[in-house]
């Protein structure tokens, strides 16, 4: 009964996407959006990444709404894991020292990276959610090097709300100063493709980084410190 | 053609020729640490013999290439070796030609070291 | 002309690679092996969003489907099986 | 019909999803059917990157070499799925580990990861 519904199911989904399949042609031209966003972005935000752009800039409501579903993600893990355990020290779980030494030294790399990535985002691939996504990364491998290892609650909430508060302030900037909310014209553009470039682009994006590998590192932090217990 | 870039491509071409030597000798090993150690070994050479290749081609992008070549260089040994503790704690077998297993004696002796102070105490 | 066939065969052999992951994430009996035939059809995604040139998804695919939520599948399995252990 | 790396994306990207629906249906653990949906949005993201790619054209970056400002209108592709995908993907990360803390809870209180257990509000 069960498995008959679950294949009629199936297959009227795959009826469905076969209509888009079939009717679907490989375009020569550019739609009318991606026109106007690839042929007045150098102009109007001065970004050399057109993504970065539309994400900080033409779409800044949902990167918005985006960073916020993420934040309100973190603290239902953290609500939900509330009741901690002491933090037991767990001998039989001994890592090499290789790995120890290693993660030393890699650590503190990645954090780099993960910075450079942001930083740059407005001219190379790249951004605040994959520099953020870097920083949780060695995150995990100091977590790894080490399970036993306390990394500061408070630190990284402090990273999470000031960034997210700066975030929200430079938007209100651009609707007092510039057009509209999440405008990055507050400061002058500049020489497209320098560094210091596209207004509050880079400004934006590095504080949506710092709040990215915030969050994720807090739900790392907090499903590894949680020890599972017969009590709720 | 630039002197720079055949030198350049013959690099590369040394580093695909290694990557293809590894893959053989993942099919000829015996037992899982042995395919681990070259899988590491030559993976890890043949990156830095392809990424010296690069830099030659492309002189500008010199840091770059430089900052992949130092991060796979620190990262594949440490890895591998975290896989090799896992699969040894797991109980994975050794091959039959194995000589030495300088791990297990080690911990057989921390075990020892363990037991005899709580025999004295 | 011929880079264009290059890339129709890769493309192809990633998708049917990934294909074969998808189905042995699905029938597998073992959870572990199902969770890294995931990892590898993210992985593999970010080399088809690399090659549909897209540069960014790319970055963000191979930093946080492959390595972050692999680790997170791992980690909530290991907290599990602890707790089968203690009892 | 001549058969395009896009087109080829596309199909990948809905058989991806058909796969991950049936597993997600049909499988028995949380940890299971969780995962699906982790391969559902793979193919979705996927799908949606392909419908925005352009035959022959470069990534919308300009690095003032074969992308510049007078010709990105004709060389690059569309930038708005892929602006879409950036942050799916981050969300997919964040339902992920929400939806994982949760199986972790259920476990805790049930002891079983089994979804024919869970009956309480069933009658």
């Known amino acids: 009964m069960r498995n008959s519904f679950l294949i009629i199911l199936i297959a009227a989904f795959a009826w469905f996407m076969y209509d888009i399949f079939s009717e679907y042609q490989t375009q020569e031209q550019l739609n009318k959006t991606a026109a106007y966003y690839n042929s007045n972005e150098p102009s109007e935000a001065g970004a050399a990444n057109v993504v970065t752009a539309i994400v900080v800039t033409y779409r800044g409501l949902d990167t918005l709404g985006e960073v916020t579903v993420l934040f309100l993600a973190t603290l239902i893990i953290g609500f939900i894991l509330k009741n901690k355990a002491e933090k037991i020290i767990d001998s039989k779980y001994k890592t090499s020292e290789i790995l120890e030494t290693g993660a030393k030294v890699l650590v503190p790399g990645s954090l780099i990276l993960g910075v450079y990535i942001f930083i740059n985002g407005h001219l190379t691939p790249g951004g605040g959610f994959q520099g953020g996504a870097v920083i949780g990364s060695a995150i995990v491998l100091l977590l790894l090097a080490d399970p036993n290892k306390i990394v500061s609650h408070k630190l990284m909430n402090f990273i999470e709300s000031t960034s997210g508060f700066f975030y929200v302030v430079i938007g209100i900037l651009g609707l007092i100063i510039a057009g509209g909310f999440l405008d990055n014209r507050i400061f002058p553009l500049g020489k497209l493709g320098s560094l210091i470039?596209?207004?509050?682009?880079?400004?934006?994006?590095?504080?949506?980084?710092?709040k990215v590998g915030a969050e994720i590192s807090g739900i790392v932090n907090n499903i590894n410190e949680t020890e599972l217990t017969d009590k709720l | 053609m630039d002197i720079l870039q055949i030198i350049g491509a013959s690099m590369v071409l040394i580093g695909s020729l290694v990557l293809l030597i590894a893959s053989i000798g993942l099919h000829r090993m015996p037992d899982a640490y042995n395919r681990i150690q070259v899988g590491t070994k030559a993976s890890t050479m043949s990156v830095v013999f392809v990424m010296i290749g690069f830099i030659f081609i492309l002189p500008s992008w010199f840091g770059k290439f430089f900052t992949i070549m130092l991060f796979v260089m620190l990262t594949n040994p440490i890895s591998s070796n975290v896989l090799m503790r896992a699969s040894h704690k797991k109980g994975e077998p050794l091959s039959s030609k194995t000589v030495i297993d300088n791990l297990k004696e080690d911990e057989e002796k921390e075990e020892l070291n363990k037991n005899n102070e709580n025999g004295t105490f | 002309m011929k880079m264009e066939l290059f890339k129709l065969i890769l493309i192809i052999v990633l998708a049917v690679i990934m294909l074969a992951s998808a189905v042995y994430a699905v029938v597998s009996k073992k959870t572990v092996s199902a969770v890294l035939a995931t990892g590898v059809i993210s992985l593999l995604a970010s080399v088809i969003f690399l090659m549909l040139a897209s540069p960014d998804v790319a970055m963000t695919e191979a930093a946080i489907g492959a390595g972050l939520t692999t680790f997170l599948f791992f980690i909530i399995i290991r907290k599990i099986e602890k707790q089968d252990d203690a009892k | 019909m001549t058969i395009t790396i896009d087109k080829i994306a596309l199909f990948l990207g809905i058989v991806l999803m058909l796969i991950g629906l049936y597993g997600a249906f049909s499988l028995k653990s949380i940890i299971r059917i969780i995962l699906s949906l982790s391969i559902f949005d793979t193919g979705i993201n996927v799908l949606i990157v392909s419908l925005g790619y352009l035959?022959?054209?470069?990534?919308?970056?300009?690095?003032?070499?074969?992308?510049?400002?007078?010709?990105?209108?004709?060389?690059?592709?569309?930038?708005?799925?892929?602006?879409?995908?950036?942050?799916?993907?981050?969300?997919?990360?964040?339902?992920?580990?929400?939806?994982?803390?949760?199986?972790?809870?259920?476990?805790?209180?049930?002891?079983t990861l089994d979804i024919n257990q869970f009956s309480d509000l069933k009658w």
Do not use: C, H
């Open chain 1, 197 to 210: 470039s596209a207004g509050a682009i880079p400004l934006i994006y590095s504080f949506i980084g710092l």
């Open chain 4, 55 to 111: 035959k022959g054209r470069t990534a919308p970056i300009i690095d003032g070499d074969k992308v510049t400002v007078e010709n990105i209108f004709n060389v690059a592709i569309d930038p708005v799925p892929q602006a879409l995908v950036l942050t799916a993907i981050v969300i997919g990360f964040g339902v992920t580990a929400l939806m994982l803390v949760y199986a972790l809870k259920l476990y805790q209180s049930k002891k």
